[in-house]
C-alpha cells in the first residue's frame, strides 16, 4: 500500500491581501497623472493666500512670520506700513504651499501706537495685518521661560490645589448635597467645554485654513473623546467597585483631572503666546482672576470622591494632572505658537470634558432615577453661573 501525502497549500499572506488594493489604486492615480488628464495644471490668476502666523517687535525693527495658506506659491515684492513703503528682507524670494517665511521690517515704530501693515504680492494683491498698540517682543531666555512657568503655576496648580482643600467640607455635608456638589461639578465642565469650543473657532477665524481650520477644533474633540473613553475602559477593568451604575469616585476624580488639564493645556497656550507678542497686560488684575476662575476646578476634581478617604499623596496627583499643563502650554505657546496646533489642544479640551461629563452623569440620579431634579438643576446652574462669573475677572 503506497501512502502518498498531499502538498500543503501554500496561502498568501494576510497583509498582502490587504496591501493589493492600495496598490492598485496607487497605479490608477499614477496613470490619471501620466496622461495630463485636464484640471490638474492651474491656469489663470494664482489664488494667494498668505496668512501672518506671528508678529515680533524689536526696536526699530517689525518681523512677520507668515505661512502660505493657499494653493500657489506667493512672492511679496513690496511692504507698507500706514500707507508708507518701507525697507525689508526675507529669507526667500518665495513662499511655497503649506510653506512659512519671515520678513523683517525696518520700521521705527513707536510704543502704544496701532500700524496697519500689507504685503504686496507680484500679481498685485494685498495681505492685511494689524498690530494694536505694539510694545516690544520680550527676549526668549531662561528668565523668560521661568515667568512662563511662575504664570502657569499661578493660574494653574495653585488655583486647583486651594479649590481641592474644600474636600473636608464637602464630605461632612449631607449626602444628598452631594448630588448637588456633582450637578455642580458637571455646571463647570460643561462651561469649561463650550469655552474651548467658542477659543478653538475664534482662532481659526483668522488663521490657516489649509490644515482644516475650524475643523482641527472638532478633530482634537472627537480624538480625546475616543482616546478618553479607552483610557476609562481600561481602568474599569481593575476596578472592583462601582457606584450607581456609574464609575468609582476616584475613576471620576482622575478623569475631571484629565479633562481639566487638557483644557488648560489649551489656556496656558494661548497665555504663552499671547505674552511672547506683548499683546497681554499681565497683572494682579490677570492672575487673580485666573485664579478664582481656576479654583472652582479644584471643587470638580474632589466632589466624585466626597464618600471615599483619598490619600494625600493622591489627590496631589490629580492636582498636577489638571493644573501642570498650564505651565507646558504656557511654554509652548511663548516659544513656538501656532493657530492650528491651538485650536487642535482646545478641541483636545472640549472632547475629553464631554466624555468626563457623560461619566459623571449617572451619579446625579435621584431615588426615582431622573436626572434633572430640583438638587441637579440647582446645581447645574450654579456650576455656569459660577464659572462665567469667575470668567468675567479674566481680562484676555
Do not use: C
Amino acid at each position: 500500500m503506497e501512502s502518498a501525502t498531499a502538498p500543503a497549500k501554500r496561502t498568501r499572506p494576510p497583509w498582502l491581501l490587504g496591501l493589493l488594493p492600495l496598490v492598485l489604486l496607487g497605479a490608477a492615480i499614477a496613470l490619471f497623472v501620466a496622461l495630463d488628464a485636464p484640471g490638474l495644471e492651474r491656469s489663470g490668476v494664482p489664488a494667494e493666500e498668505l496668512v501672518v502666523d506671528r508678529t515680533v517687535l524689536r526696536p526699530g525693527e517689525i518681523e512677520l512670520h507668515v505661512s502660505n495658506d493657499g494653493p500657489d506659491p506667493v512672492e511679496v515684492r513690496q511692504v507698507i506700513v500706514n500707507d508708507g513703503f518701507v525697507a525689508f528682507e526675507q529669507s526667500d524670494e518665495q513662499v511655497g504651499r503649506l510653506d512659512g517665511d519671515k520678513l523683517t521690517l525696518t520700521f521705527p515704530w513707536i510704543e502704544g501706537e496701532n500700524y496697519e501693515v500689507a504685503l504686496l504680492t507680484a500679481t498685485g494683491g494685498t495681505i492685511s495685518h494689524s498690530i494694536e498698540a505694539a510694545a516690544e517682543s520680550p527676549e526668549a531666555d531662561a528668565g523668560f521661560y521661568g515667568l512662563m512657568g511662575l504664570i502657569g503655576l499661578y493660574v494653574g496648580i495653585i488655583p486647583v490645589a486651594i479649590g481641592m482643600l474644600w474636600l473636608p467640607w464637602v464630605r461632612r455635608i449631607d449626602p444628598r448635597w452631594v448630588q448637588f456638589l456633582l450637578a455642580l461639578t458637571i455646571g463647570l465642565l460643561a462651561f469649561l467645554g463650550i469655552d474651548a469650543l467658542l477659543e478653538g473657532g475664534e482662532l481659526t477665524r483668522d488663521g490657516p485654513e489649509a490644515l482644516g481650520g475650524a475643523a482641527l477644533v472638532w478633530l482634537g474633540a472627537v480624538a480625546a473623546y475616543l482616546a478618553l473613553t479607552g483610557v476609562d475602559g481600561l481602568m474599569a477593568r481593575r476596578s472592583e467597585r462601582e457606584r450607581s451604575g456609574g464609575a468609582s469616585g476616584f475613576r471620576l476624580a482622575l478623569l475631571v483631572a484629565i479633562g481639566i488639564g487638557l483644557h488648560n493645556l489649551g489656556e496656558g497656550l494661548v497665555i504663552g503666546s499671547a505674552y511672547a507678542i506683548g499683546s497681554l497686560a499681565l497683572g494682579a488684575t490677570l492672575v487673580i482672576g485666573f485664579a478664582l476662575h481656576n479654583t472652582t476646578e479644584g471643587l470638580a476634581i474632589v466632589a466624585p470622591v466626597a464618600e471615599e478617604k483619598p490619600r494625600l499623596r493622591r489627590l496631589a496627583l490629580f492636582g498636577l494632572i489638571a493644573g501642570a499643563p498650564a505651565i507646558l502650554g504656557a511654554w509652548i505657546g511663548a516659544s513656538a505658537f501656532d493657530v492650528s496646533l491651538a485650536a487642535f489642544m482646545f478641541g483636545l479640551g472640549a472632547g475629553a470634558i464631554v466624555r468626563v461629563i457623560i461619566q459623571i452623569a449617572p451619579s446625579i440620579r435621584d431615588s426615582a432615577g431622573r436626572y434633572l431634579h430640583p438638587l441637579a438643576v440647582g446645581g447645574l446652574l450654579t456650576g455656569l453661573t459660577l464659572m462665567y462669573a469667575t470668567g468675567l475677572l479674566v481680562s484676555v
